[in-house]
């Protein structure tokens, strides 16, 4: 019982975060969001090949990016945060065309009084993917590069830095008296997962400059410093070592990233990363972060897009059931495999079934509940016999099973 007390508590404390009033008796607040993965409505007419492509990608909900999109920023200016934090990814394929319209729509959060600071992800510049989707074939068009990278977003962090790093598009912004944010560039032309040497170095100075002049110091980047989940290539940080070690050396106690579109947090000797989830996907949610007397809390928090729809007048019944919708489309992306044999088929849709659940879980975050959808381990032993992979991806989710990663401190 002592158990759910605390995590009671924990949620109630977070919870206040989301009421606009709370906001004053908080030193600061920061809405954090990631993976957006924003398409130009110019750049496609959702046709044949546009949907072969989503149908071999990762699930991101993209039928409705635009409307998750604008809902997103609608409901930031209604919490009206002290600042809002985007950590990358910003744009499915990179298009030079989907970041001039995503910055359009960041004019109008910063005209609210809500200051934006961006970073790149690893889909946002130098892609070679960059195309206009139309009917059963594409067109390539020019991707972002680091220089019109920073023109595009010169008035979401660049502009207000007050210390930029020359080896990457790296920043410092001041948010308050006593607060600062270290937002780092882990896509540069050189690296596209990782840190230079000569960044790092940059890194220190700042961390020591904020360290003398009694400054907390608050963390941000793309791709992961720790190991969240079965992968690790291509998702955690070259050189993740020494930035910790920088980390741990001058007491920034939080890093927040994406990348991997699961909501997952890892602490570590005083040290926590938290990554948010993917906006553009199941749940479709983004992160809430509070800083007072140089203490961090964090929960989550799922966009509302009912709300959004009624003041839009929007009509489409998938707005009513949004979570739905999207964690339909979540699973729609997993195959059953089913067999003709009539008892095999049966096996196979309840070991789908299971691991449908299980990755609807995972990716929210929230799997307190999944010890009850296989108490005895038999459906993944049955993954085990018959899709290896899948299996392991199932084990390494396993160690997660209680845990609910959308607050911090966690219960």
């Not at 969240?228 to 998702?235: C, L, P």
């Not at 509070?290 to 929960?299: C, H, I, K, L, M």
């Not at 088929?345 to 079934?353: D, G, R």
Request: with cysteine; proline share 2%; aromatic share 12%.
């Amino acid at each position: 019982m002592g158990k759910y007390l605390t995590a009671l508590a924990s949620l109630l404390l977070c919870t206040a975060l989301f009421n606009s009033n709370a906001y004053a008796d908080e030193e600061l607040q920061v809405i954090v969001a990631t993976d957006l993965h924003y398409i130009s409505s110019s750049l496609t007419d959702n046709g044949e090949y546009y949907q072969r492509i989503l149908a071999a990608g990762d699930s991101k909900f993209m039928p409705y990016i635009e409307e998750i999109t604008d809902a997103f920023f609608d409901e930031v200016v209604t919490e009206k945060p002290d600042v809002l934090l985007l950590t990358g990814d910003l744009t499915f394929n990179g298009a030079l065309v989907s970041h001039e319209d995503l910055a359009g729509k960041l004019y109008a959060v910063e005209d609210a009084g809500i200051p934006v600071f961006v970073l790149t992800g690893s889909h946002d510049v130098y892609n070679t993917k960059a195309a206009k989707f139309e009917g059963d074939s594409f067109t390539r068009v020019p991707s972002a590069s680091t220089a019109s990278f920073r023109e595009v977003y010169a008035d979401f962090g660049w502009n207000e830095a007050i210390a930029r790093d020359s080896d990457s598009l790296s920043y410092v912004v001041q948010l308050k008296e006593n607060t600062r944010v270290l937002m780092l560039d882990l896509n540069t032309v050189h690296d596209f997962c990782g840190i230079s040497w000569r960044t790092l170095s940059w890194v220190e100075e700042q961390l020591k400059s904020a360290q003398e002049a009694h400054m907390s110091v608050l963390a941000a980047g793309h791709q992961n410093i720790f190991q969240h989940s079965i992968f690790k290539k291509g998702y955690v940080i070259s050189h993740a070592d020494q930035l910790i070690s920088l980390f741990r050396k001058y007491s920034v106690p939080l890093y927040l990233s994406g990348h991997m579109h699961i909501q997952h947090i890892s602490e570590q000797e005083g040290l926590t990363e938290i990554a948010t989830s993917a906006l553009c996907s199941y749940p479709c949610q983004y992160g809430v972060v509070s800083v007072r007397e140089n203490q961090f809390a964090y929960t989550s928090k799922r966009l509302d897009m009912s709300a959004w729809a009624e003041k839009e007048g929007r009509t489409d019944p998938v707005f009513r059931n949004f979570q739905d919708a999207a964690a339909a489309y979540m699973t729609a992306h997993i195959s059953s495999n089913a067999s003709s044999d009539d008892a095999e088929a049966e096996i196979w849709n309840e070991m789908s079934a299971y691991f449908q659940k299980l990755n609807l879980a995972y990716f929210s975050g929230d799997l307190t509940e999944i010890a009850e959808m296989d108490p005895d381990g038999r459906l993944a032993e049955l993954w085990m016999d018959r899709n290896k992979s899948t299996a392991l991806y199932i084990q390494s989710i396993q160690k997660d099973i209680g845990r609910d990663y959308n607050v911090w401190p966690l219960a």
